[in-house]
């Protein structure tokens, strides 16, 4: 599954190239996403999930766009990051998360890749809301949450990964998307 921007190719994950990523692989995974790997890959939201992500992907392959996407710039096709939905609606619920390279910031493309990212979601009328997690000394993930339209609901908070001193930002359905 492929889902695409102006300037950006979202390609699902599955377990061969993420494995790939997890074994610093670099051919590998550039065969696999048929795309350049930068040399400051992976970027350092992954950190040591990769192998988890490849067991979880190999033991149950997504079914729908709940997962972990590569992102990929379309000219030229460089890997530049990743995005995803990190799990199906629970109650209504999506978390989403976002990370670029280093060499590849402050040109848009998180916010592209989250705006796509929050349209595919939005489709599904399982989902009334988005919630997304940053850590407060991160001011340029807090500005691709704010342009996104996503507003702070909590502070000082224990993240999802178990990170303390998060803050959360949520995305409420708009009013003219289908719901459940």
Not at 48 to 67: I, K, S, V
Not at 116 to 129: G, K, Q, T, Y
Request: contains cysteine; proline residues 8%.
């Amino acid at each position: 599954m492929r889902l695409f921007t102006p300037r950006l190719e979202l390609i699902r994950a599955w377990a061969d190239p993420v494995r790939a990523a997890a074994r610093d692989d670099r051919a590998r995974l550039a065969a696999l996403l048929d795309a350049d790997v930068p040399a400051d890959w992976p970027h350092e939201f992954l950190g040591d999930a990769l192998p988890h992500m490849a067991d979880a992907l190999e033991r149950q392959p997504p079914q729908d766009g709940y997962t972990m996407w590569f992102v990929v710039q379309r000219e030229p096709r460089v890997l530049i990051g990743t995005a995803g939905l990190k799990s199906p609606p629970n109650d209504g619920r999506v978390d989403i998360g976002y990370g670029v390279v280093a060499s590849f910031r402050r040109r848009g493309y998180a916010g592209e890749a989250t705006r796509r990212l929050i349209d595919m979601a939005f489709e599904d009328p399982a989902v009334n809301r988005i919630v997304a997690e940053t850590m407060p000394d991160l001011p340029a993930s807090i500005r691709v949450l704010e342009k996104c339209g996503f507003v702070q609901v909590a502070a000082g908070v224990t993240g999802f990964s178990g990170e303390e001193g998060v803050i959360q930002y949520e995305l409420k359905r708009p009013s003219t998307a289908p719901q459940r």
